[in-house]
């Protein structure tokens, strides 16, 4: 039954005609028609057109501008001022407060601070109660700095008594009386407790009095005298102070009597009411 179907289906295949094998020239021309490619097609076309499309779409994206884009709308770009730091090159600017007062002498800093205080009152109060209290050595070096300048404003030649050199002199006398007059209160008590430095400055007050210079004219003579009347009160007042204090003590132990005297006979006996303040009731009545 098997071998009957076998012949049936088999046997007619096998005994078609097979073709005959091609020879080798023929396999090669055979073969190159397969070789070739079709045209390109119309899909291929629209892929390059795409992908043009697409180049031409990240070409548009890169060339727009950066404000276009909500990630960075809210803040600006940065400038190129700032990104690359301007170098800063010498520039003139005023001097400081410290090296400033540094190049003042002592008379331009009076000048400067006289007029900041007549300006603004209460910066004057200010310096008033902050300022170290002046010295005996200070104040009558001042007083000699007035008195130099009285000294320099003489004329050459001619007599340094006439009335024409007073008239030379008058104001730096006058600017040396003013300063007398207003240091002395301050070196009395009750201002100044310590009766030695009361002492010390009306001791260099006087020298500078005695050297004041006597005038031809009586008039001119004036001033001269009203100093000694107000130096007088002076010693009379500090010599009674002493004198309570101590008894006389002071006045007898650190030569101020002897120095007293000596200033009354140079000033031809104006400062006696101060020598007798310094004797005492009891050594007058002996």
Request: no cysteine.
């Given at each position: 039954m098997y071998y009957e179907s076998f012949e049936v289906l088999v046997l007619p295949v096998m005994c078609q005609p097979q073709p005959a094998a091609p020879r080798y020239g023929e396999l090669v021309e055979t073969a190159k028609p397969r070789s070739k490619r079709p045209p390109p097609t119309r899909r291929k076309r629209k892929a390059e057109e795409d992908d043009s499309n697409e180049s031409g779409n990240l070409e548009d994206r890169m060339s727009a501008s950066?404000?276009?884009?909500?990630?960075?709308?809210?803040?600006?770009?940065?400038?190129?001022?700032?990104i690359k730091r301007a170098r800063s090159g010498p520039a003139g600017r005023p001097l400081s407060l410290p090296r400033l007062l540094e190049t003042l002498d002592a008379e331009a800093m009076r000048t400067v601070l006289r007029s900041i205080c007549e300006r603004h009152p209460e910066i004057g109060s200010e310096v008033v109660h902050t300022a170290p209290?002046?010295?005996?050595?200070?104040?009558?070096?001042?007083?000699?700095s007035y008195e130099s300048s009285l000294q320099a404003s003489f004329p050459f030649g001619?007599?340094?008594?006439?009335?024409?050199?007073?008239?030379?002199?008058?104001?730096?006398?006058?600017?040396?009386?003013?300063?007398?007059?207003d240091f002395t209160p301050h070196f009395l008590p009750p201002n100044e407790p310590q009766s030695s430095l009361s002492l010390s400055f009306l001791d260099g007050a006087t020298d500078i009095i005695n050297r004041?210079?006597?005038?031809?004219?009586?008039?001119?003579?004036?001033?001269?005298?009203?100093?000694?009347?107000?130096?007088?009160?002076?010693?009379?007042?500090?010599?009674?102070?002493a004198s309570k204090r101590g008894g006389g003590i002071q006045l007898q132990y650190g030569g101020w009597d002897q120095k007293l005297g000596k200033h009354n006979q140079q000033a031809s006996g104006k400062l006696q009411q101060a020598i007798d303040g310094s004797i005492g009731?009891?050594?007058?009545?002996?």
């Open positions: 950066p404000s276009n884009s909500p990630a960075i709308s809210s803040r600006p770009l940065p400038t190129q001022r700032q209290r002046p010295t005996v050595a200070s104040a009558l070096d001042v007083l000699r001619g007599r340094s008594s006439s009335d024409y050199a007073y008239n030379r002199v008058r104001q730096p006398l006058m600017d040396l009386l003013e300063a007398l007059n004041l210079p006597v005038w031809d004219s009586a008039q001119n003579n004036i001033h001269k005298q009203n100093a000694y009347e107000e130096i007088s009160k002076a010693w009379t007042l500090v010599v009674r102070e009731p009891e050594r007058q009545a002996n």
